[in-house]
């Protein structure tokens, strides 16, 4: 049976139905037991499998993205635009390295908890994913442009386009190191507690400005899922 899906979203979600259904069979049975944590090993090893690849796609586009800014900057040479300085203390590599760390333990810490299976990031094909970085590096110049322009840059599209939501999760998992759904999943502990021992057939939970969705698809993932809506 086809079950529609319920996100109000459009973009790169192109795995809504799935998680719709997902959800609709979970929402039938009733109150579910609590996931059993996977042996400790396995789950470490899976966790990594699935994260260490994406971390690095990201932080190799962020490091072309500096070395491009770098040129720019040099191409410009008198006419480029003053680069904003500060003389406060700001984390240097080695802290926001360990800070990325110390998040992906609790994300792992999570996992192996039960409160959220092994994430599936859904960054889709390696196809998607090189077309998806294409527009981000398609968008650079534009960028760069804006900047010079009127100091700060704005995205393509005004992120109300398909082509701007298909940039957007690409570019912000540029600028946090490949971090943002990791970030984004250390909200679900307090909906796992909010929602456990209840019937998720009675639970709804509203995302206003969902973006692509990718909240809800972690979501999803939780042992009690609620009615999503976006």
């Excluded at 021992?197 to 206003?208: K, V, Y």
Aim: proline content about 8%; overall charge neutral.
């Amino acid at each position: 049976m086809h079950v529609p899906p319920c996100f109000g979203c459009k973009g790169p979600l192109d795995y809504s139905a799935e998680i719709e259904t997902r959800l609709a069979s979970s929402r039938a049975s009733g109150p579910v037991p609590e996931m059993a944590p996977e042996p400790s090993i396995i789950t470490r090893l899976a966790y990594t499998i699935s994260q260490l690849p994406r971390v690095v796609w990201y932080l190799g586009h962020g490091l072309a993205l500096r070395q491009l800014a770098e040129a720019a900057w040099r191409n410009n040479g008198p006419k480029a635009r003053r680069r904003p300085r500060t003389n406060a203390p700001v984390p240097d590599h080695g802290r926001l390295y360990a800070d990325m760390a110390k998040l992906f333990l609790q994300d792992l810490a999570n996992v192996e908890s039960g409160i959220y299976p092994i994430p599936a990031d859904h960054d889709g094909s390696l196809l998607t994913l090189v077309s998806r970085s294409r527009l981000f590096f398609e968008d650079l110049p534009e960028i760069h442009r804006r900047r010079e322009v009127r100091g700060h840059s704005f995205q393509s599209g005004s992120r109300l386009t398909d082509e701007s939501a298909e940039r957007y999760d690409t570019q912000v998992e540029v600028l946090l190191n490949g971090t943002a759904n990791a970030m984004g999943r250390q909200a679900l502990p307090q909906l796992h507690e909010l929602f456990a021992g209840r019937d998720q057939r009675h639970l709804h939970l509203l995302d206003i400005g969902c973006g692509t969705g990718r909240f809800l698809d972690f979501v999803a993932g939780l042992a009690t899922p609620p009615n999503c809506r976006a």
